[in-house]
Every structure is written in C-alpha cells, then in structure tokens.
C-alpha cells in the first residue's frame, strides 16, 4: 500500500517563506511521478505543481515564479520550495503518487495523507 508522509508546513507572513517534504513509500519511487496539492477551507482540492520521474517539473499559474518542485530518489522524497507567499497560498497541502488511477481507484489528489498546513498572514 502507498503511503505519504507530508511535513514543513507552518505560519509566515506575507512574502515569506517554506519548505514541504513529502515521504513516500510502497511504491516504485523513482519511477513515479509525484504531485503537489493544496486545499483551502470551503474549496475543492486541486492541483499545485507535479514533477515526472525524469525530473520535469509542471506549476499552475497561481505558482509560477514563487513554487520550485523538486524530488530525491534516494530518499523516495518530493518537495516543494515556496517563496514569495500570499494570503491565497493559505491551505493544507498534500502529495500524492501520478496519475492517481494508477494508484487507487478511488483516492483524490487530498486522499494520501494527513497534509501540512500552510499559513499566510498579512
């Protein structure tokens, strides 16, 4: 069974910064693209940045610039490196293994586990 381990959430102010780390295991790691996914209270889970197993990262507009993806095979680790963070960045982040239906037939990208919160203050 796949399992994450997401940490290195936390609270900073406007234009600051943080460092996610996502732990995977019961997975080929280094074969498996990894994805970044955020949730803010009252809205749906969606989609921040992926990184392919060649290393090839994807960013959502709203992140572009600010979000830097990156993964450690050895440590079957991703992370995600935030800088430049706005009150709308405020959300519980996840990650999860890609394409989902490979991994489950019924896991959301917010499904995998437990999160780190992330929060933005003015």
């Known amino acids: 069974e796949v399992q994450v381990v997401e940490s290195g959430g936390g609270s900073v102010e406007t234009g600051g910064s943080l460092s996610l780390s996502c732990t995977a295991s019961?997975?080929?790691?280094?074969?498996?693209?990894m994805g970044w996914y955020r949730q803010a209270p009252g809205t749906e889970c969606a989609l921040v940045s992926h990184?392919?197993?060649?290393?090839?990262?994807y960013y959502v507009d709203a992140v572009k610039g600010r979000f830097t993806i990156s993964r450690d095979n050895a440590k079957n680790t991703v992370y995600l490196s935030m800088n430049n963070l706005k009150s709308e960045d405020t959300a519980v982040y996840y990650c999860?293994?890609?394409?989902?239906?490979?991994?489950?037939?019924?896991?959301?990208?917010?499904?995998w586990g437990q999160g780190t919160q992330v929060t933005v203050s003015s």
């Open positions: 999860a293994p890609l394409p989902l239906g490979a991994y489950s037939r019924s896991r959301a990208g917010c499904d």
């Open positions: 019961g997975l080929n790691f280094a074969v498996a693209d």
């Open positions: 990184i392919s197993s060649g290393g090839f990262p």
